[in-house]
């Protein structure tokens, strides 16, 4: 294995004991600390962020990317402001539940522990790092972070910083350690860190989280794809279904949990259609529709197959025509990534069959897509938005990056 | 892909939608029914496994292996009673946990729902066919399975009878499948079936685990090697030490909760290990021990770096000696595997810091390790017991099957 990530895995597995006992009040002093210190290190950080952004637009960086990868005083401040409200999230580590006296005597019981060492694997969004080690030290894992190449003098910087907070505790610095060989190889190889990292968490586009599912052997959290439906009932409200996709369409397209794709019902295809784009024309949305979509409003483009399945994150919107419920809820169920799906209905049976029978992270009943989130779930805190179904699905907070271990008090039991 | 296994994951992902909806008075029946279904198809079973037999021993299989692999009468009666009894368990399917009021109006909650479909892979118990299914079926998931090549007819009629009783209830047969074909290239790439399978589960030996852990893309639910410590501490009732060693080591000693691993302190090696001895020598029970445990009994086999870090799955214990508590449980993080680890002991705080700083999916104070098992911690069923951090830690009983899913009920709630 490549030296320094060797180097790196032995560290964090050393810091990780130290972190298993950290007391709460000490993490959230050490997390304000660190937020004056990067707020105090503005100047720091931004000549070092120049160095990235100069770096980018000579490679010709779009200027949404270079918009993205800029810091500025009040964005520093944003960061530090992240930190200072995860200190003031209640700290889940510790919390014993399901305690229970058995037959023999023993008391068992699940105590929630830190998942260990964490990977994130992320692009070049530099408030990315300050976030996730706030996230990771309130829950008492080690981080290691592999950030974007286009980052990499943002992200040493605002590391540098977050370190010498937690020296000044003298807590190991290695709780938070950045990989800073951004080159292909060592991300291979650093997806297949086992014996180091326990989970491996991608944040980015649809193609790192790809990469990472396929290339690691660490157990990965998959984040983000979002295709997200909504399906206006034969009973819906027009009114609050065009508000709602409204809504979900374009007041922020560039989200996992915008809506990608419409599914309406035949039977009120014909008078909710140009409803709906009157109400969606002064966002200039574009409408692609199927066969029955395109006799009511003939101008609009033809939906291919290709469409039922695709992330726009763009001001286009799909529009499926079903002739009844299940067929809605079996296309939603085909094309859709398990993200959020919703319907819109007054009828109560639909409601209820559509959250129980569409597999998704989030089903909703008469409301946004663009509420899962989770901030707006009230975690106080994000780290992605899991799409799998294992460990921890939909909006992640801050006990998605723990786990729980057997605790046994017993006085001589043995197994007959 | 293999045409086969694509039929094979289309067809599950058919049965899926349909296992979603399904009631549990309905899985009961089923279970019920498929228990009764094995009882009655009893020759047949027995005439399959007789052909996995005789070519077992053709080949020279091991007279353990063939052990394993030969059914009876009263095995086939097992099979069907852990039907029964996974039947006679609560169903967890469709709880609604910690729904809330937000703000806005939002009804927020989390329903458990199954995971969708589950491969399993495992080697050449054919009971294994028939536990997973109920497993799996009372949690309403598919499952895929890929048994050992040495059990495949005995697997296939076990499948067969499954069917035939998901066919009598209207129920899509395909929700449990078996492939065939047990070469090495399929397993490989149903191992990367990420589209239409949701976790893999192997259940085995430490080699078949690693090479799923190795080589799947889908998300892994380790199971079960288990390199157990048990730590006598300074205060410890000689006793209840020798009692909980002499159990834990010998009860049985091929299965993943037996230990492997003793770490003394100084100030009693010399003489609780006599006592140990004589309490170990009626089963022959090998000690290898670290040259302080050499000093107290000479005659002991000199222990390897190796022997600390491996399970034995025999009759043979490591002795490693320590002078404190901190050395004992650095020793123990180093070199387990994190399944099950104990200490005995008299003294209050250390009982408290090992529960604390020793990372193992279970920790015990002063009882045997055998205790890590699903039925001993009351689940009444067990999956396998997860050494991973993720999803699942520990014994795993029907929850570990499962996931959840937000639900969200609105009124025509928009995000600001």
Redesign the interface.
């Known amino acids: 294995m490549n030296q320094q990530l060797e180097l790196i895995g032995q560290q964090a597995k050393a810091a990780?004991?130290f972190m298993?006992?950290l007391k709460t009040q000490k993490k959230n002093d050490v997390l304000l600390f660190a937020a004056d210190g990067l707020v105090k290190s503005t100047r720091m950080i931004i000549e070092e962020n120049q160095l990235d952004v100069e770096a980018g637009r000579k490679k010709g960086m779009h200027e949404g990317l270079i918009d993205r990868l800029m810091l500025t005083p009040e964005r520093i401040e944003a960061m530090a402001d992240g930190l200072r409200s995860v200190a003031a999230l209640e700290d889940p580590i510790g919390e014993v539940t399901g305690m229970?006296q058995?037959p023999n005597g023993?008391l068992?019981g699940q105590?929630r522990?830190p998942?260990?060492v964490i990977g994130m694997i992320y692009e070049a969004r530099p408030n990315v790092t300050a976030d996730a080690f706030g996230l990771c030290f309130k829950t008492g894992n080690v981080v290691i972070l592999k950030g974007g190449s286009d980052a990499v003098h943002s992200n040493k910087a605002i590391v540098t910083c977050l370190q010498m907070a937690l020296e000044h505790f003298g807590i190991p610095p290695f709780a938070i350690q950045l990989i800073e060989d951004t080159s292909r190889e060592v991300t291979q190889e650093f997806m297949r860190m086992?014996r180091y990292v326990?989970?491996l968490i991608p944040r980015g586009g649809a193609g790192l989280i790809r990469t990472v599912?396929?290339n690691s052997?660490i157990?990965?959290?998959e984040t983000g794809t979002g295709n997200c439906h909504i399906y206006v009932d034969e009973s819906a409200?027009f009114e609050?279904a065009a508000?709602?996709i409204?809504?979900?369409k374009t007041?922020r397209i560039g989200v996992c949990n915008a809506c990608e794709s419409l599914v309406v019902h035949e039977n009120i295809i014909g008078d909710f259609l140009p409803y709906l784009k009157f109400r969606l024309d002064p966002k200039n949305v574009e409408l692609r529709g199927d066969d029955m979509a395109r006799q009511v409003l003939p101008m609009i483009t033809p939906a291919s197959e290709e469409d039922w399945g695709c992330e726009y994150l763009d001001y286009i919107l799909s529009v499926k025509t079903v002739s009844s419920l299940e067929e809605a809820i079996?296309h939603i169920?085909r094309y859709h990534t398990g993200h959020s799906d919703a319907i819109i209905t007054r009828d109560y049976e639909h409601?209820q069959r559509f959250?129980?029978?569409v597999?998704?992270?989030?089903?909703?009943?008469?409301?946004?897509t663009?509420?899962?989130d989770g901030y707006?779930?009230?975690f106080g805190a994000e780290i992605g938005i899991s799409t799998?179904?294992?460990?921890a699905?939909?909006?992640m907070g801050l006990q998605a990056l723990t786990?729980?271990?057997?605790?046994?008090?017993?006085?001589?039991?043995?197994?007959k």
Chains 1, 2 share one sequence.
């Open positions: 990780e004991a298993r006992s229970k058995r023993l068992i105590k522990v998942l260990g086992n326990d989970v599912v396929n052997t157990p990965v959290i409200d609050m508000n709602i409204f809504n979900a007041q079996d169920n409601a959250l129980d029978e597999d998704a992270a989030a089903v909703y009943v008469n409301a946004s663009r509420f899962t707006e779930f009230g799998q179904k294992l460990h699905r939909g909006p786990s729980t271990k057997y605790i046994i008090y017993g006085n001589g039991q043995i197994r």
